[in-house]
């Protein structure tokens, strides 16, 4: 796939970026460029080949879910100007 400079202007403009002359014919290379090594990503057969969810087949370490805090939400409430239920009281933003 190959852009040309109105596909370029028109980017810009959907974009609401102001390109001069110069700065959309280095834009429109470089496009092509990246559309470029895009086909020839696609064009390398895969058939066969397992997806991966990451690059290097590692295990993250995990550590023990346990509580490390002190529950605080009294103190946390007692300085809010409205508070029910364990719940903030807020005004009604949307009718």
Same mark, same amino acid.
């Given at each position: 796939? +190959?852009?040309? %400079?109105?596909?370029? /202007?028109?980017? &810009?403009? $959907? &974009?609401?970026?102001? %390109?001069?002359? /110069? !700065?959309? &014919? *280095?834009? $429109? #290379?470089? %496009?092509?460029?990246?559309? #470029?090594?895009?086909? *020839?990503?696609? =064009?390398?057969?895969?058939?066969?080949? !397992?997806?991966?969810?990451? /690059?290097?087949?590692?295990?993250? @370490? %995990? @550590?023990?879910?346990?509580?490390?805090?002190?529950?605080?939400?009294? =103190?946390?409430? +007692?300085? =809010?100007? !409205? =508070?029910?239920? #364990? $719940?903030?009281?807020?005004? @009604?933003?949307? !009718?």
């Amino acid at each position: 796939m +190959s852009l040309s %400079l109105d596909d370029v /202007a028109k980017i &810009a403009r $959907l &974009a609401r970026l102001e %390109l001069t002359d /110069a !700065e959309a &014919a *280095q834009t $429109l #290379g470089q %496009l092509n460029n990246i559309f #470029g090594l895009i086909e *020839q990503m696609q =064009a390398v057969n895969t058939d066969g080949v !397992e997806p991966m969810s990451h /690059a290097v087949d590692v295990a993250q @370490r %995990l @550590r023990e879910d346990r509580v490390t805090e002190t529950n605080q939400r009294e =103190a946390f409430q +007692s300085v =809010a100007p !409205e =508070a029910e239920g #364990g $719940l903030y009281l807020v005004p @009604r933003v949307i !009718e």
